[in-house]
């Protein structure tokens, strides 16, 4: 029977991870989901770079467009909550042959997208000036924070297509097409970026226009794609509208990554805050190329651990324990040694990751030891990574949700708020929180797997062994 089971699935194009290496397996899945990772984050990162070179008003320019990243990220959420929420829902139906409930449910996840980003940007738009000076920003950046996000959110309705649609084109299996438009709007912006702000001196509002075209790119091809015939299950009109069935069970699959992207923003908010209380705009302009350069730094790693999920996943379900226990050791080697790898190279290169965003003096100074700090001791977060993933692939969500959590809401922004007081820390106090944060969030959530799962599993291996 189950040789039948597995011939059942290597036909139907899924792999067979019960079998072979385990590390293969992982390491195979891994290079795609990174590469499409870190096209997604090009999109932001270009902006930062070419904003940072700007004359005469580079530091200002960069602080204010790192004021809006908790509207961004804000606006991501949401497209998860519909697109996350909605593709695993789609590909459940998709497997039982049952296309019409699959189009219901890819319909009903693009409506929410249109509803939530009108809704979203007409909110922002109308209270934009009190959200940003909630958010941080000073008199002399504040121009260029509005500047960016008014364009932007004009534009988030595409951002919200492009994000949460691409979902159900992976979910079919179509992968490259997936990749390839994501691909064709990280190109588009590369393009775009130094004419509109450069070559047509629009500065801050070239970057978000650029950002806007972009997007709008892959928004039409996806839709393209989604509306043809070769797209498997299309996206048709009648299934537009909304049923609640369809949406309670979208929003509450959903709402483990938005609210993942919510304590996100939170952080970003209370950090860009203290940042301009205690050391002003300079500080945001180092903040926003920390950021940047996490984004970067975090994207194997995250690839490593994604990747490892439906391996674990696959022989956790085929009570394959020792397979489970490899997977969990190869993913935690890799990442924990890749993260202690990237710490050292941060910590003894930081002015050649602060040069890439900026040219300017006064940034670089003040950003060495901030960079130093902020990363000190960041292997702890490859411990973060490995544990949540662990508890994620294992169905154990809400282990996961409450250990991301406890490190952002319960440490980082306590702290964010409290250190900045002791002593004379200062804005010090503010990068502090991330290291405190890393030890004791990664600890405790790699230690409570090790407990609750590994040491389980590794018993109930012992078990069969003996009998």
């Not at 139907?12 to 290496?21: D, L, R």
């Not at 929420?85 to 189009?103: C, M, Q, V, Y």
């Not at 008014?150 to 084109?169: A, E, H, P, R």
Request: glycine content about 10%.
């Amino acid at each position: 029977m189950r040789g039948k089971i597995e011939a059942t699935i290597k036909h139907k194009g899924g792999e067979n991870f019960g079998n072979g290496s385990v590390a293969r397996h992982i390491l195979r899945l891994a290079l795609p989901m990174t590469l499409a990772q870190f096209i997604n984050v090009l999109y932001n990162i270009i902006d930062r770079i070419y904003i940072g070179r700007l004359p005469d008003v580079a530091d200002h320019a960069l602080a204010g467009v790192g004021i809006t990243f908790p509207i961004i990220t804000l606006v991501i959420a949401f497209a998860n909550l519909a697109g996350m929420g909605g593709a695993p829902l789609f590909s459940i139906e998709r497997g039982r042959g049952n296309t019409k409930k699959a189009e219901e449910i890819m319909g009903n996840s693009f409506t929410l997208l249109l509803v939530f980003g009108i809704v979203l940007t007409l909110f922002v738009l109308l209270f934009k000036t009190d959200i940003l000076y909630l958010f941080g920003a000073s008199d002399a950046i504040f121009s260029f924070a509005d500047d960016y996000i008014t364009i932007y959110m004009f534009g988030s309705l595409f951002v919200m297509i492009s994000l949460g649609m691409n979902s159900f084109i992976n979910a079919q299996g179509f992968g490259k097409i997936g990749m390839l438009s994501v691909v064709l709007g990280a190109v588009l912006n590369i393009i775009l970026d130094p004419l509109c702000i450069f070559s047509f001196h629009l500065g801050v509002k070239g970057a978000a226009i650029a950002s806007v075209l972009s997007q709008l790119a892959s928004a039409v091809c996806i839709l393209w794609f989604l509306a043809h015939k070769q797209s498997g299950i299309m996206l048709r009109r009648h299934a537009l509208k909304l049923q609640l069935c369809y949406v309670k069970k979208i929003l509450m699959l959903g709402m483990s990554g938005f609210v993942m992207a919510i304590t996100n923003s939170a952080v970003q908010v209370v950090c860009n805050a203290s940042l301009q209380q205690y050391g002003g705009d300079v500080y945001i302009s180092i903040m926003t190329i920390i950021n940047s350069l996490r984004e970067v730094i975090t994207l194997p790693a995250s690839g490593i651990t994604n990747a490892a999920q439906p391996v674990l996943g696959y022989n956790y379900g085929a009570h394959k324990d020792e397979r489970v226990l490899k997977a969990i050791r190869f993913m935690s080697v890799v990442v924990v040694a890749y993260m202690l790898l990237m710490w050292l190279f941060v910590y003894l290169t930081p002015t050649f990751f602060l040069h890439i965003f900026s040219s300017d003096q006064v940034i670089v100074k003040w950003g060495i030891p901030a960079i130093q700090l902020y990363y000190f001791g960041y292997f702890m977060m490859g411990f973060q990574f490995s544990g949540q993933s662990v508890f994620v692939a294992l169905n154990k969500s809400g282990q996961a949700i409450f250990f991301s959590l406890f490190r952002k809401v319960i440490i980082v922004i306590p702290l964010t708020l409290w250190l900045p007081t002791v002593g004379q820390l200062g804005v010090m106090g503010v990068f502090l929180a991330e290291p405190i944060s890393n030890f004791i969030g990664g600890g405790c959530s790699y230690l409570t797997m090790y407990l609750t799962v590994y040491k389980k599993l590794k018993n109930d291996c012992k078990a069969k062994e003996e009998v």
